[in-house]
């Protein structure tokens, strides 16, 4: 791999990582919003804010000619929009480690089903194990809300679409995937937070802080996660992404002061050694295997 290669993937995976940190602690941010103005309002301030900062940095319109699917572009901006909606809405009842952790099941599950060798079941059995820790199974006083459990893994679901059409999505619009993206699913949650919270939207003592939020959890996140997505190869991004319910974990306890059980500790490690052994076991293609997309 030439010199200018290795220096690409390095930029790559420092973005990634960055990506992962400022996203966790926005989402951090947005959950003490959710006393003035719910989930849903959390969620328009990110998305509506984030596609407005974004609207004016990129000026998409400028290429306007640009040729791609419509139809992904918009099947990736309704999936960040819907994603977004329900993973703030499980934040509401369960921590924001757990909440990542039930949601990584989905692009995980992804992985799996595309493989059938022997040392999968190994990687299915850890996912297992720590959704039977995670899931409201028992009737135990601190076992988790049913509730806040579906929404996240409903996230889950839409983290699959994002990742598959963000590919397809970023390989037809290039820098402008994020911000066309971002825009549409703004669409999707402004109508929920103006039904939910209404002019409490409009404080000016909220407006600084949902711009922080606006900008860690959706415009450099996205931005920066599409820098990789284009980038790096699927093996390395979703190892990579597999220290992502970590990253959670450590943003809930130390700014959300939230506190986590041993045996939920273990459930999310065992997510994470899941995930990063789904990607390492996957099957190395006979020539180098490529980025994402172009």
Sequence with gaps: MPPRSNAQIAIAIGALLIAMVSYQCGASLAKHLFPQVGAQGATAYRLGLSALILLLWRRPWRRSNRKGDWRVLWGYGLAMG???????????????????????????????????????????????????LLLPLRGQAQSLDPVGVMYALAAGVGWVLYIVLGQRTGAAYGKDAVTLGTTIGALVAIPFGVAHAGSALLSPALLPYAFGVALLSSALPYSLEMVSMTRLPARTFSTLLSLEPAVAAMAGVTLLG???SLLQWLAIGAIIVASAGTALSVRRPAVAEPPLAN
């Design 258 to 260: 939230e506190r986590l």
């Design 82 to 132: 819907a994603m977004n909606l329900v993973f703030y809405l499980s934040l509401r009842t369960i921590p924001l480690g757990i909440a990542v952790a039930l949601e990584f099941t989905g692009p995980l599950a992804l992985a799996m089903f595309s493989s059938r060798r022997l040392v999968d079941f190994v990687w299915i059995a850890l996912v297992i194990a720590g959704l039977v």
